[in-house]
């Protein structure tokens, strides 16, 4: 059971530096392209259902793709489909509609293929064999018959395994080529991007206080009147250093008095959006003047506050240059695989 699950994320692994993941999140710069942009000549394939099983084992291995004048056969589609089934474990998914979206997929990482070609990329044998090493250490190191039998299970031989993993590294280094060290982002886009959603950017910020709730002996104006000098005299004391864990033991109407007025450590945005403000906006160590609420009247002590500085800030800027970059990212990708399809000529023999 357990080679068996080792196998399900070693073939995952190799679909994705393939690059014929369908189901899978869109990949990272470093391993493989997005999802295609549409094909403009010709049409993107489609499986009719009319169309004869193209997956039936009793039909003769042939073309079903010509990518300027390179061919996808039927078994190279056959096996990818096999991979993606085992992967996602989707048995009962319709295979032709199935075997028409791999097929997309590889006629994408065949004209990526061809400008690896062209630009001469090379990938040689031990890096290869290094980058299957590290897959098998993930399988618990079977010996070399252990692996090939697992991967005849599956249909597969270690051959077409070592090409595909060939076929992903020179994919990553020519999408590295020509996309990823063509993205930058510069610091006035990160700045800009800061000031236009700090609220959202602050939070996730968390915060630590501390308060002592005053409640009314009753509803009228004096009983709210007398809460209030209440409170105003316990804050005193507290700037006189009086201990403030022990004023809210002994004078808090709130379920927190027994831990010292502790609310603990929250989340921008845990707490009543009016009594939040009137925490986030003090220092650390500072007590507030006393606040109104519904339920009575509140004496807070901030006790730290997480901020976009420092440590904090630069945490959150890095964020946002990922953020950035991806974007950029993305959108230069899926114009280069659009400038590529469009000089491209493309015929599919489904």
């Known amino acids: 059971m357990r080679r068996s699950a080792g196998l399900a994320v070693l073939l995952a692994m190799v679909v994705t530096v393939s690059g014929c993941g369908f189901f899978a999140k869109r990949p990272k710069p470093a391993v493989m392209a997005p999802p295609p942009a549409e094909v403009s000549q010709p ?16 039909i003769a291995d042939r073309v079903v793709a010509v990518v300027n004048n390179d061919a996808i056969t039927l078994s190279e589609l056959q096996e990818s489909v096999a991979i993606v089934k085992h992967e996602t474990k989707q048995s009962s998914t319709n295979e032709n509609e199935l075997a028409g979206q791999i097929l997309s997929k590889l006629i994408d990482n065949r004209l990526q293929l061809q400008e690896a070609e062209r630009d001469k990329v090379i990938v040689d ?29 599956q249909g597969l031989t270690l051959g077409s395994v070592r090409r595909r993993i060939r076929d992903g590294l020179r994919v990553a280094r020519v999408v590295r080529r020509k996309v990823a060290l063509r993205v930058s982002v510069t610091e006035a886009e990160i700045d800009q991007y800061l000031e236009q959603n700090r609220p959202k950017l602050e939070t996730g910020l968390s915060y630590h206080a501390r308060h002592i709730l005053i409640v009314p002996d009753g509803s009228t104006p004096a009983a709210w009147e007398a809460a209030r000098l209440r409170a105003v005299i316990i804050r005193q004391r507290l700037l006189e250093g009086a201990d403030f864990a022990e004023l809210a033991s002994q004078n808090s109407g709130d379920a927190t008095a027994k831990d010292g007025g502790d609310l603990g450590t ?13 925490i986030v906006k003090m220092s650390p160590g500072e007590i507030s003047q006393p606040y109104r609420s519904p339920l009575g009247y509140h004496v807070f ?9 420092g440590d904090g800030l630069a945490r959150v800027r890095q964020q946002i240059r990922d953020i950035l970059f991806r974007e950029k990212y993305d959108a230069r990708l899926d114009a280069w695989l659009k400038e590529i399809k469009e000089r491209a000529i493309i015929e599919v023999r489904m």
Do not use: C, Y
């Open 43 to 58: 049409a993107r394939p489609v499986v009719r259902e009319t169309a004869p099983a193209i997956l039936d084992d009793n």
């Open 125 to 153: 044998d031990a890096e290869v064999t290094e980058e299957l090493n590290e897959r098998m250490k993930k399988l618990g190191s079977p010996s070399s018959q252990e692996f090939e039998n697992m991967l005849r299970t």
């Open 266 to 278: 929250l989340k921008r945005g845990e707490l009543d959006q009016e009594i939040e403000a009137q």
């Open 301 to 309: 002590r901030l006790e730290s506050l997480e901020t976009l500085q």
